[in-house]
């Protein structure tokens, strides 16, 4: 029986998922897992490349030990970072979005080109890790002197895989660089902040079949597998799996992504100011969506004490300890802080219990996920009764009450695993096991 390979990397663990078709139902097993954080170089966060792609091979491996040979496998991680390497191709250290090096870069971009014609221009949100600045922080550091290519993460460990390079279109959208309009690079962006065009040749469409192992791959790996490109962006790739169709999507992990897929993108005032993103999708469409902080602030609380307490028993903890604080999880004082414990204490104004911290996260989320949703019905002039969660943030049961509450709207439970059930599923459309995106929705829907 055909089995096909989504590798899902995220900010914080990576997985191999395996994937056939059994009965009309998709049948989805988990065969690696391995943690992933940020690491401190030089004075930088800076992402091991190195050791992602050794475990991504270990992943492979494991497919040949289970005798679970794959047709094809398609990666996906977050957005915005890159790699970059000269013409010798040799690879520069990859920093994290969690950096604070584009501090001084933003204003040099925003001098340049003012935010609101970037916005214009692009459709994409203000975060201050966007490529585009952090791109122009190495420019000013020289650091694109003698670069030859960049490549976002997944296109990177796709080419390392078969030696072809390749720029996915949902996940170059997410740079800051790309048209709303024409769904292309804009030439006059990059030319007006100096950045090398050798570094933007033309985007490729999820779907696309990259091409099958290297010789080199082949030999550690023990065989060979197709290539095949899903939308790299892991919340476009989240998207796909999202069943409840026209309503809004709530894609719940590190960050939370709240949105709608529509035909064009929003570039208006209004839009800017509700600081909403227009990401790019399949066939054209566009993700109108807002990040919001996620719970990457429940995560780094965990971290601090020492992972003594699974993810449930905070939630559990939370439950037990209810409470009336409200912190802004939108602002910026929580992207990286050095204790996110004495951070929440500080935007509350008072020492909270463990508990106490997580729940007040959790009902801050909540009420970030109201407020969004308002803000985007009154963009698109459309009332939703249904948010569709999605995400590993789906077994979080107090949030999902709680975002219910908040919302007041019926909230539809997905997949935990739609990242790489929506990595799959353009895998497969590719391969012609399913005939078209709705086929594949409505399978992901009967499985789940």
Known sequence: MKEYLAIDIGASSGRHMLARLENGRLILDEIYRFPNAPTQKNGRLTWDTERLFEEILNGLKKAKELNRIPQTVGIDTWAVDYVLFDRNKKAYDVYSYRDNRTARSVPQVHERIPFETLYAKTGIQFQPFNTVYQLYADLMDGRLDDAEYMLMLPDYFHYRLTGKMSREYTNA??????????????????????????????????????????????????????????????????????????????????????????????????????????????????RLQKNIMGLWMIQQIRHEENDAYSFARLADMARNSVNDCVVDVNDSRFLSPVSMRKEVNAAAGKNLTLGEQAYCIFHSLAIGYAKAIKELESLTGETYQTLNIIGGGTKNQLLNELTEEATGIRIAIGASEATAIGNLAIQMISEGVFADLSEAKEVIKNSI
């Open 173 to 286: 959208t997410s740079t800051g660089l790309v048209n709303a309009e024409t769904h292309h690079w804009d030439d006059e962006i990059i030319n007006r902040l100096g950045l090398p065009e050798r570094l933007f040749p033309k985007t490729v469409q999820p779907g696309t079949a990259l091409g099958s192992f290297s010789e080199e791959i082949k030999r550690i790996v023990g065989y060979d597998a197709k290539v095949v490109l899903p939308c790299t962006h892991d919340t476009a790739s989240a998207v796909v799996a999202a069943t409840e169709e026209n309503s809004p999507y709530l894609s719940n992990g590190t960050w939370s992504l709240l949105g709608i897929e529509r035909m064009k993108a929003h570039t208006d005032a209004v839009s800017r100011k509700y600081n909403y993103s227009n990401e790019g999708h399949l066939n054209g469409t566009v």
